[in-house]
């Protein structure tokens, strides 16, 4: 079994910064990426930003030059979400994605529960 823990939401001012966090953990083989969605209310979830295990990155054109997603070299289970120059439309419950190989290195597909995101004055 995986474990997807996120955090840091919260209610922030148009304008301000936030970081996200998600760690993954227990039987992981290994990670093909880890990314961040977003769901606000009566719209679909989307994606916001994934993070392949080649370093590749993929942005929402909505947070291009906004949001950097990133993990530490030595803590390649966890993913963070900087998110600068936030707005109101960036409200949303932000959740965390991971996609791994288990031990018989079939894919399989991890949600963590989800973060509120609130940018509001």
């Known amino acids: 079994q995986v474990q997807v823990v996120e955090s840091g939401g919260g209610l922030v001012q148009p304008g301000g910064s936030l970081r996200l966090s998600c760690t993954a953990s227990?039987?992981?083989?290994?990670?093909?990426?880890m990314g961040w969605y977003r769901q606000a209310p009566g719209k679909q979830r989307e994606l916001v930003a994934v993070?392949?295990?080649?370093?590749?990155?993929?942005y929402a054109d909505s947070v291009k030059g906004r949001f950097t997603v990133s993990t530490r070299s030595n803590a390649k289970n966890t993913v963070y979400l900087q998110m600068n120059n936030l707005k109101p439309e960036d409200t949303a419950v932000y959740y965390c994605?991971?996609?791994?190989?288990?031990?018989?290195?079939?894919?399989?597909?991890?949600w963590g529960q989800g973060t509120q995101v609130t940018v509001s004055s």
């Open positions: 994605n991971v996609k791994i190989r288990d031990s018989s290195y079939w894919p399989r597909d991890y």
């Open positions: 993070l392949y295990s080649g370093a590749q990155t993929n």
């Open positions: 227990g039987s992981i083989f290994s990670i093909d990426a």
